[in-house]
């Protein structure tokens, strides 16, 4: 079978020529779309998208470092500052710029005197800093070191030292509760916001206190270096530099002066002075010793310091004003006594006290053992009978001492500009039912009645309840310095009761009553006031026949808290004021809290001689807070065999000071304090 021959197509010079023309005419118009593309995209990046790579490469040029700025002023109701900034040396290192990394911490840190930790640190923070994020050797120098620093800078390339701002407090543990302190942003604080300026080296935000509160309005907006970098980011030149704005200052109605004093006059106990303006409510003062220096933990708290800190058992860490809750004993005396009078019972009816009362199947006892004989409403306060309390408070029931108690702003939460606080109890039947799942008993009234069982109240709280006694007003703590603050309303009670408790208020102090101490010595100013014992243990009866065992011969945790509320002049109210003292137990005189109390108030009446009279007792307590302290962390460094930075003579001072505030209080053992509750 024959299969039929294709047709074989000839290929001619012109056909060839034709195909080629067609095959370029597709390959040059692929060619051309493409650079067509090419060009359009071209031309969209140099123009529509000209602004965002022009941004890119100014960025792979230009490095942004951000200034910290400067935190806006706290100052108080005068204008003086309570927290400032200072000049402040640092020195930071830049990685990109060092030639002999090891030689250059080492110079540095014999120059400054780091120790072998710190010393690790820069070398850790070196490894992980991009090279030219600053990494920060050292802060708060002092100029000569600064100087020392600055004169070697062409030995030393990679080195930075500045010149910026840190926070200071002038009053230093004065008001380290009332303020908190500033202090390096943490990895939580970081995560939470993704804020640049956080991990710049040198800023410092809020961490307790005031300074936590009014954070966001005490940071002012950063400045700004601009420095031309290298792809690689070695540095080339400084661009230009933007200043920062520092923050709005924020004035309170604290008096620096008077809060400074309160501090002081604390003396070594452990406890809080509120002052309150009768007037229009303003806390002219809240000091809660002992107290730590903001000032450290500003540069950079030690470890050792901190752990002598946290050991101490007065805590000083803790701010007792505001998170401190403590039975309010006989204090609360003269608020009772309202709500009896408010209930129809007379101020001249009498009760006979024998030294103790049956309610029930307890015996309650009076703080005097043989008992007051036959005491009115005057006496009873005056003299501070539990007895007569007894018996009055189970005539009106707990309920109308409890609403009472709220009227004067026990329990109450005032709205205050701090981060935390802790709110006292105002016990009643509805209370307990809630709390316990029990009834109200009889003996629940007799134990409330005179500040005990399950009542509790903080030194705010008392502060006020003392101004509203005096003014008979519903007035509230202020410490923002505004004027826009609505007329406080009536407590709603008769003025001629609020006239009575004054009036036995004043025979407490002036007319030899329990607070005879707290006499003012201010020429024409009496002080009216309520003294208080509060036990934080229970006395059994055995002990009771046995003798009750003296506050000195307990340990400290054991002994009883001394309190006192007041207000001054008592005839025409202008300040009050409340002083708490953990476990003070009325063992020193000077230093319990009636004393303390009235010449906190005296500073405000004649601050001269209230000054003369505390410098001439800080000789016996060992000096200031500050030298204290010192004293406190040169006897903690020795204890643990370590360097003190004080003198031989100097160290034998501190030495005779614990000495000398340990004998007193042991002294004070066989002194016994005025009529105490």
């Known amino acids: 079978m024959k299969f039929p021959k294709p047709n074989r197509k000839t290929v001619t010079e012109a056909s060839q020529s034709f195909t080629f023309t067609r095959r370029a005419m597709v390959v040059g118009g692929i060619q051309g779309g493409m650079g067509m593309l090419l060009a359009a995209r071209m031309a969209w990046i140099s123009v529509a998208e000209n602004e965002k790579y022009q941004l890119l490469s100014e960025s792979n040029r ?67 800093a991009s090279g030219f994020q600053p990494v920060q050797v050292a802060e708060s120098l002092t100029y000569d070191q600064f100087a020392a620093i600055s ?39 970081y995560e939470e916001n993704k804020d640049p300026l956080l991990i710049t080296p040198g800023y410092k935000l809020g961490k307790d206190g005031l300074e936590k509160s009014f954070d966001r309005q005490l940071t002012g907006k950063p400045g700004a270096k601009r420095v031309e970098v290298t792809a690689r980011g070695k540095i080339v030149r400084e661009l230009t530099t933007r200043p920062d704005q520092p923050g709005h200052n924020i004035q309170l109605t604290i008096d620096a002066g008077l809060q400074e004093f309160a501090g002081r006059r604390l003396a ?38 901190w752990q002598m800190l946290s050991d101490d058992d007065h805590v000083p860490l803790r701010n007792k004003t505001l998170k401190g809750l403590y039975p309010p004993g006989s204090t ?23 030294g103790a009362l049956r309610v029930g199947n307890t015996l309650f006892h009076c703080h005097k053992r043989r008992g007051h004989g036959g005491v009115n409403m005057e006496r009873a306060i005056a003299q501070s009978c539990d007895i007569y309390f007894y018996q009055m408070a189970q005539r009106v029931g707990m309920n109308v001492i409890a609403d009472m108690a709220r009227r004067v ?83 709603g009670v008769l003025p001629e009761h609020l006239v ?5 208020m004043s025979a407490v102090v002036n007319g030899g009553g329990t ?53 001054a002049p008592y005839d025409n109210p202008r300040y009050a004021v409340a002083c708490i003292l953990e476990h003070g137990g009325h063992m020193i ?60 003579e100097a160290m034998n001072a501190a030495n005779a000071t614990v000495a000398t505030v340990a004998n007193s209080m042991t002294a004070s053992d066989n002194a016994v304090p005025e009529q105490p509750d």
């Not at 120059?111 to 690790?120: G, Q, S």
């Not at 004169?151 to 990679?158: A, D, T």
């Not at 009575?500 to 036995?504: E, G, K, L």
């Not at 101490?517 to 002080?527: C, E, F």
């Open 500 to 504: 009575t408790i004054r009036q036995a």
């Open 409 to 491: 702003g026990m329990g109450q939460k005032f709205p205050l500009p701090f981060p935390s606080q802790s709110y006292g109890t105002v016990p009643d039947p509805a209370w307990k039912m809630r709390k316990y799942k029990e009834k109200w008993q009889v003996y629940d009234t007799v134990n409330a009645t005179i500040g005990q069982g399950y009542m509790l109240i903080n030194p705010i709280q008392m502060a006020v309840m003392a101004a509203r006694l005096a003014s008979g007003k519903m007035l509230m703590p202020h410490f923002m310095m505004d004027q826009k603050r609505p007329e406080p309303a009536s407590i």
């Open 268 to 305: 070594t106990q452990s406890g809080s002075v509120v002052v309150i303006d009768c007037r229009n409510g303003d806390v002219l003062a809240m000091a809660s010793m002992p107290s730590f220096d903001p000032n450290s933990f500003s540069d950079g708290i030690s470890q050792l310091e």
């Open 332 to 354: 609360v005396k003269p608020m009772v006594a309202l709500a009896l009078l408010e209930s129809g019972i007379s101020p001249n009816d009498s009760v006979n006290c024998s």
């Open 151 to 189: 004169v070697r800078l062409p030995e030393l390339p990679g080195v930075a030292p500045t010149q910026g701002f840190s926070r200071y407090y002038p009053a230093g543990s004065a008001v380290g509760h009332l303020l908190g302190y500033v202090g390096a942003a943490s990895a939580k604080d």
């Open 589 to 648: 005189r000077n230093q319990d809290a009636g004393p303390i109390a009235s010449d906190t108030l005296s500073f405000l009446f004649d601050p001269k001689k209230a000054m003369e009279k505390l410098v001439a007792l800080e000789k016996e307590w060992g000096g200031t807070p500050a030298e204290r302290m010192s004293a406190q962390m040169a006897t903690f460094r020795a204890a643990k065999g370590l360097e003190t930075t004080l003198s031989p």
């Open 515 to 567: 607070g005879g101490a707290a006499r003012m010595q201010v020429p024409g100013v009496l002080l009216a006031g309520k003294t208080g014992t509060a036990q934080v243990r229970r006395i059994t009866m055995a002990e009771r026949r046995g003798g009750v065992r003296r506050d000195a011969s307990l340990p400290f945790k054991l002994r009883d808290h001394s309190l006192f509320q007041g207000f």
């Open 62 to 128: 230009v490095n942004l470092t951000l200034i910290p700025p400067r935190r806006g002023w706290i100052i108080d109701r005068h204008g003086k500052p309570l927290a400032n900034n200072r000049t402040d040396f640092r020195v930071d290192l830049i990685p990109d710029r060092l030639r002999d990394r090891k030689a250059t911490v080492s110079t540095l840190a014999k120059l400054l005197n780091l120790p072998a930790d710190e010393v690790e640190r820069i070398e850790s923070d070196i490894d992980k």
